[in-house]
Structures are given as C-alpha cells and as structure tokens.
Nanobody, 122 residues
Framework: QVQLVESGGGLVQAGGSLRLSCAAS????????MGWFRQAPGKEREFVALVTWSGGSTDYADSVKGRFTISRDNAKNTVYLQMNSLKPEDTAVYYC???????????????WGQGTQVTVSS
C-alpha cells in the first residue's frame, strides 16, 4: 500500500515556475514507477511525466518537454515535478501516481494522490 500527498501548487503568472512535491508513505515506494498527470476542467486526465523506480529514466508529454523536469529521492520517499516557463494551458489539477510498471496510461496506475491545483495566469 502506498499513500501519496501532493503539495506545491498555486497561482503563478505565465513564464513563472512552480515545484510540485509528492510525498509517499510505505516501505515499497522505491519499487514503484511514478508519474505525474493533470486534468483541466472538462478534459480527460492526461500524462505529464514519469520516472522509473530507480530514477534512471524519465519521459515527458510533448507539451511539457523541455519545460518540466521529474525527479525522485527514494531516501525521502518523494517525487518532484519542476515546472518552468509555465503557460496558461498548463492550468489543471496535478496528480502524482504510482505504478508497478512504467506506463503512460492513467488506468495502469495503482495509487493516486488527492491532487494539487496549478493555475497560470496570462
């Protein structure tokens, strides 16, 4: 069992930065791949970024590539999402999630946080 709690969301102007954190409880955190997803009002939940259990590999949605960076610290049971050059279209609720295998599909993630709101003003 893994419990996830996100933090770090907020209101920021376009071009600004935010750093999201996702704190996990449970002794098996390091065995899970971790992903960040987001969901804007009226839209489907979409993949943002993922990191493998070791942190050795990452991948990103094309829409955030070059602007967002995912990382993890297994000693602290925490995964991060550094978001730079934010755009109004990045506005959404951001969720972290844990999966046993690497996946881009939210249905394949086993555990979810409650989400944190990110709002980017123009």
């Amino acid at each position: 069992q893994v419990q996830l709690v996100e933090s770090g969301g907020g209101l920021v102007q376009a071009g600004g930065s935010l750093r999201l954190s996702c704190a996990a409880s449970g002794r098996t955190f390091s065995s899970y791949a971790m992903g960040w997803f987001r969901q804007a009002p009226g839209k489907e939940r979409e993949f943002v970024a993922l990191v493998t259990w070791s942190g050795g590999s990452t991948d990103y949605a094309d829409s955030v590539k070059g602007r967002f960076t995912i990382s993890r610290d297994n000693a602290k049971n925490t995964v991060y999402l550094q978001m730079n050059s934010l755009k109004p279209e990045d506005t959404a609720v951001y969720y972290c999630a844990a999966a046993k295998g690497v996946s881009y599909y939210y249905v394949e993630y086993d555990y979810w946080g409650q989400g944190t709101q990110v709002t980017v003003s123009s």
